[in-house]
């Protein structure tokens, strides 16, 4: 017997419609009749609280149900009253619009033919990527991404050599929200080359309000996405930057990932390098070519990554391949900086074997560019 047969079934035996409807759908959840009936009675004063008619309200119910609202194992959170329905009610016109898009999306062969259940492992993947797409353009008008500096430090001087930007959308429903839960989505759509350009801007400012306000010359690096790679839009970007802020090229420092065997970083690194920007290989050592990007690409620094500075630390010859590495660097004379160093055994260490440039939670976290300011600004009136 289909659902509909089942709810005129108990039409016809004069139950309440949101009785009937409820009670069609009850056995799929597990529900006997009497039960799903004693909870549609229930339901009846929320639905006069919310002056919906009694289909609507026993849809709701059965997506309640279907949305894990409910558990019929549970007597404990038995809905046997108006303040749950009304709590139901609340959360259900928040939710349905975004979950029943969702799960019209990923609609295939359901035991209830065209009816599709919300389940909870779609949000992070087709909300929140909903949610990106959406707003994601109006945050660059709206100015809902902010530039966040994390200071670099000098062991050996215990100062600020500088700062790298990250970026933060700070939307003013949602919050903060991190790198990691919408840089992959804007990485695969294209849009991140905007945002890109943004928070370079936001760094130029940066560089040039140091210089006005008497701090001198404080180098950021900024992330370069892979999508820049493809075409030349990003240096016409970065001339028009540096030229309307009239900071030194060297200043404005850019960071690229190592990634496998790509012909497409190292020709792009080679132009940037030609017109005069410092180029900092970015997560040195989480790839596996680490060592033929230094020979085909003119890095001038080279950023330890975390993950890689953690495993060689372990033993004894990790902390050996660690020091070849700190000595190569300087051989081939170039920069190098550990990242996300978070303790003083790994400062130690890093101090030991001859790297004085880091950058980790050890010594700060990333914080708003305001606050970077004051941080500098004091730094400058102790010395
Ligand atoms: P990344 O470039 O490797 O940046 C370093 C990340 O490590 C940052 O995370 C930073 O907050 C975190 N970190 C720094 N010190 C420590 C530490 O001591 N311990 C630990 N556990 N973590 C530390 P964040 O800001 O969440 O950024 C994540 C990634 O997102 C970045 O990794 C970068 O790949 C990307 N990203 C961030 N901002 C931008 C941007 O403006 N443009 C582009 N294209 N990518 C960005
Ligand atoms: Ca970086
Ligand atoms: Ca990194």
């Known amino acids: 017997m289909t659902h509909i047969e089942k709810a005129e079934k108990l039409l016809h035996q004069k139950y309440h419609c949101s009785q009937a409807l409820f009670g069609a759908f009850a056995s799929d959840f597990g529900l006997d009749l009497k039960t799903a009936f004693k909870i549609s009675t229930c ?7 919310g002056g919906v008619c009694g289909c609507i309200t026993a849809s709701l119910m059965v997506l309640g149900l279907a949305f894990g609202f409910y558990d019929s194992q549970d007597t404990e959170q038995e809905i046997y009253g108006n303040k749950k329905t009304e709590e139901f009610i609340r959360r259900f016109t928040e939710q349905m619009e975004d979950r029943a898009g969702m799960a019209r999306k990923t609609a295939k062969n359901s035991i209830l033919g065209n009816i599709v259940f919300y389940e909870e492992q779609f949000k992070d993947s087709l909300y929140n990527r909903k949610f990106i797409e959406e707003n994601m353009q109006a945050a660059i008008t709206e100015r809902q991404y902010l530039m966040y500096l994390q200071p670099k430090y000098s062991i050996s001087k215990n100062e600020i050599i500088g700062a790298e930007a990250l970026v933060r959308w700070k939307h003013p429903e949602r919050g903060m929200i991190y790198p990691d839960q919408f840089i992959p989505i804007i990485e695969e759509n294209g849009f991140i080359r905007k945002v890109d350009y943004y928070i370079w801007e936001e760094a130029c400012r940066f560089i040039r309000r140091c ?16 999508a820049h790679l493809r075409d030349n839009e990003c240096i016409m970007m970065l001339d028009d930057m540096i030229t309307k802020t009239g900071i030194p090229r060297k200043l404005l420092e850019l960071e690229i990932t190592e990634t496998v065997d790509d012909q497409q970083v190292s020709s792009k690194a080679f132009q940037l390098k030609e017109e005069g920007f410092t180029l900092l290989m970015d997560d040195f050592g989480s790839g596996y070519s680490s060592l033929n990007i230094l020979l085909e690409t003119p890095f001038d ?24 590495v700190v000595s190569m660097t300087n051989r081939l004379g170039l920069g190098l900086l550990a990242e996300g160093v978070e303790t003083k055994e790994q ?24 606050d970077f300011f004051t941080l500098l600004k004091k730094q400058n009136q102790n010395k």
Not at 351 to 361: K, L
């Open 347 to 370: 400062v130690e260490l890093l101090q030991n074997i001859g790297c004085d440039q880091v950058q980790g939670y050890y010594y700060a976290k990333p914080m708003a560019a305001e």
């Open 211 to 226: 210089r006005d306000e008497g701090l001198g010359d404080c180098p950021i690096s900024v992330n370069v996405s892979r």
């Open 43 to 49: 339901f009846g004063g929320g639905m006069r609280q």
């Open 301 to 324: 620094v080279i950023k330890l990554d975390k993950k890689f500075m953690e495993n060689m630390m372990v033993s004894a010859k990790g902390r050996l391949i660690l020091e070849q």
